[in-house]
């Protein structure tokens, strides 16, 4: 079973940019879909950005042409490039591992991010 560790999250100001890491156990270059979400207070979990074992991205529009997802598979990680960060994308960021054969739907234990002046 894959398991998921993020870290990169903090405070940062309006402006500012982080950088998201998220780390497999086991096996990575054959899962299909690596996905960051993100959930803000009393708001439902929102899918931010994604990634396919081809290389192939997608966004949320809130987000296009800010954030940046990419994946290392040497180093079993997803990476997320957060760049002019606003207080809306004040969330905690979740990295999830999906493949539907055998099926895996796997999610880390999130990774606070906080904008803020």
């Known amino acids: 079973q894959v398991q998921l560790v993020e870290s990169g999250g903090g405070l940062v100001q309006p402006g500012g940019s982080l950088r998201l890491s998220c780390t497999a156990s086991?096996?990575?270059?054959?899962?299909?879909?690596m996905r960051w979400y993100r959930q803000a207070p009393g708001k439902q979990r929102e899918m931010v950005a994604t990634?396919?074992?081809?290389?192939?991205?997608n966004y949320a529009d809130p987000v296009k042409g800010r954030f940046t997802i990419s994946r290392d598979d040497a180093q079993n990680t997803v990476y997320l490039q957060m760049n002019s960060l606003k207080p809306d994308d004040t969330a905690v960021y979740y990295c999830?591992?999906?493949?539907?054969?055998?099926?895996?739907?796997?999610w880390g234990q999130g990774t606070q991010v906080t904008v803020s002046s």
């Open positions: 999830n591992a999906f493949h539907p054969l055998p099926p895996m739907n796997v």
């Open positions: 086991g096996s990575f270059s054959t899962i299909f879909l």
């Open positions: 990634i396919t074992s081809g290389g192939s991205t």
